[in-house]
């Protein structure tokens, strides 16, 4: 067993509370679950930058392509009048975002950027680096949830704005959710307000599958990196090495999921409970859902939006919808 000491010093901010406690939340479930919110410290933004860089990940390299080769006719469909709000909800590094914030900039004066991140890391990086590639840009970041900072957003103004929520990250829903999300992020907008949303669609099952099992391990990385953060913030103490990291794509669904597998009957302990594993369990880390043009176009009409366009990649493996808020 691997024990520690129980103490409640690594608990004291609202923060670590927070996250203690929907920790908690999923690994006491029958079937244990982790919130994937988590995977994005400082180390967990490394990892996943070289994950969009590797082979097996098309995701990143097909929306890229969109963004780069399409940039002029995606914001031709925003049709805004100066001044120009974006706001990017799960901004990232803005590698692909900087296509389109490079080509606003050069045709109007007054853009302003709101990324919206739950890593202050990946902000700070972003800030610094679109500072110094286009200073024409103003740039106002929020650090946190998507909607505490749409909310804030929109009571700082009234002026149109374009919402991205790109890189499939909408794929980390059920659809079930995916819906709801959209319904809620619909009420923090105005009518005639747009959003730009990356889908990944089917395909080959092959592809999907590799994408999610790098030959690298740096899926498993990414992954344990989480249990990496629960010791150092949480004071837990896991091993990495007693789990492996699966994946399984059901094309019938559209669905992929990631899991840890225990490979080991052990003990996690953190300064509050003990956490059982039994050799061959699982703890659910992410989905990753793919989708149909018509399974997108029917999210929109059902949460208040109304598809405008779509554009995809030359391959049509990836898609970027534009809807407007009704």
């Known amino acids: 067993m691997y024990m520690l000491s129980k103490r409640n010093d690594s608990l004291t901010s609202e923060v670590n509370r927070s996250f203690y406690d929907d920790v908690m939340w999923g690994l006491r479930r029958s079937e244990k679950c982790l919130p994937s919110k988590y995977f994005y410290d400082a180390q967990g933004d490394v990892l996943f930058q070289k994950i969009m860089r590797c082979p097996e990940y098309y995701l990143t390299r097909c929306e890229e392509e969109i963004l780069r080769e399409q940039t002029a006719d995606v914001a031709a469909c925003f049709a ?8 990017e909800l799960g901004a990232g590094d803005g590698s692909k975002t900087f296509h389109l914030l490079q080509f606003l900039t050069s045709s109007s004066n007054y853009v302003t950027y709101h990324p ?22 103003q740039v106002k970041s929020y650090h946190g949830d998507y909607f505490e900072g749409l909310a804030a957003i929109q009571q700082q103004t009234d002026l149109p704005k374009v919402v991205l929520f790109l890189g499939a990250n909408i794929g980390n829903m059920s659809k079930v959710d995916a819906t709801q999300f959209c319904s809620r992020m619909r009420s923090f907008l105005n009518k005639g307000d747009k959003v730009l949303v990356g889908f990944d669609l089917v395909k080959n099952p092959r592809i999907i599958q590799a994408a999610y099992d790098d030959e690298a ?46 490979l080991l009957e052990h003990r996690v302990v953190f300064p509050e409970d003990e956490i059982h594993f039994g050799k061959g369990e699982l703890i659910h880390m992410e989905v990753s859902q793919k989708y149909l043009q018509a399974e997108i176009d029917e999210m929109a009409t059902e949460t208040g939006f109304l598809p405008i366009d779509s554009f995809a990649d030359k391959r049509g493996w990836f898609v970027d919808v534009l809807w407007e808020a009704q």
């Not at 700070?124 to 500072?131: A, I, P, T, V």
């Not at 913030?233 to 899991?259: K, M, Q, W």
Request: proline fraction near 4%; charged fraction near 25%; include cysteine.
């Open 116 to 137: 919206i991140d739950i890593s202050s890391h990946i902000l700070n990086h972003l800030e610094e680096d679109l500072k110094e590639k286009l200073p024409r840009l």
């Open 217 to 262: 391990g740096l899926t498993w990385q990414f992954n344990t990196n989480l249990l990496t953060r629960m010791n150092r913030e949480l004071d837990a103490n896991f091993n990495e090495e007693l789990f492996e990291h699966y994946c399984h794509y059901d094309p019938i669904s559209g669905t992929c999921s990631s899991y840890l597998v225990s």
């Open 80 to 87: 805004l009048k100066e001044p120009i709000n974006i706001v």
